[in-house]
């Protein structure tokens, strides 16, 4: 079995671990991607306090990353969402549905109480599925 690490040049981390794990399965690969939140300013605080703006964000980081490991949304099977209020749920849900509308993945939603980024009001965590 053959695990690769994803990380796409442009995609700032802190710490020690990878945006993503390519695992090769045999006649597939299964990405898991790493929970991403909004980026951050200068400040180390997330570019924009809207929800709806920090959902795209992190729609297109996560977008990017599964490109990097050759997949796409349209591969995800699995979705966990973390959100700081679930009042955002109604803004939230016709974004994720707009993104995932062609995979429709399982999905969990949760409320949590903080991110560990400042100003970070959501959380998205994916599985994807990949034919070789």
């Known amino acids: 079995m053959r695990i690769e690490n994803i990380k796409p040049d442009d995609l700032e981390i802190k710490g020690v ?9 045999g006649d597939y690969y299964m990405i898991y ?15 924009t306090d809207d929800i709806g703006e920090q959902t795209k964000l992190v729609f297109e980081d996560i ?23 679930m009042n955002d749920f109604e803004v939230v849900s016709p974004i994720r549905a707009e993104y995932f509308k062609n995979s429709m993945p399982t999905s969990t939603m949760v409320e949590v ?12 965590e994916v599985t994807a599925l990949l034919e070789k």
Do not use: F, H
């Not at 671990?17 to 399965?25: G, L, N, Q, S, V």
């Not at 990017?64 to 973390?82: E, F, H, M, T």
């Open 17 to 25: 671990y990878t945006p993503a794990k390519r695992i090769d399965c």
């Open 113 to 124: 109480n903080r991110l560990t980024r400042d100003g970070a009001k959501i959380e998205i």
């Open 63 to 85: 977008n990017n990353i599964l490109r990097k490991a050759g997949a796409s949304l349209d591969n995800v099977i699995k979705a966990v969402i973390y959100l700081t209020d």
């Open 33 to 47: 991607v790493s929970g991403i939140q909004a980026p951050m300013d200068e400040n180390e605080r997330v570019v």
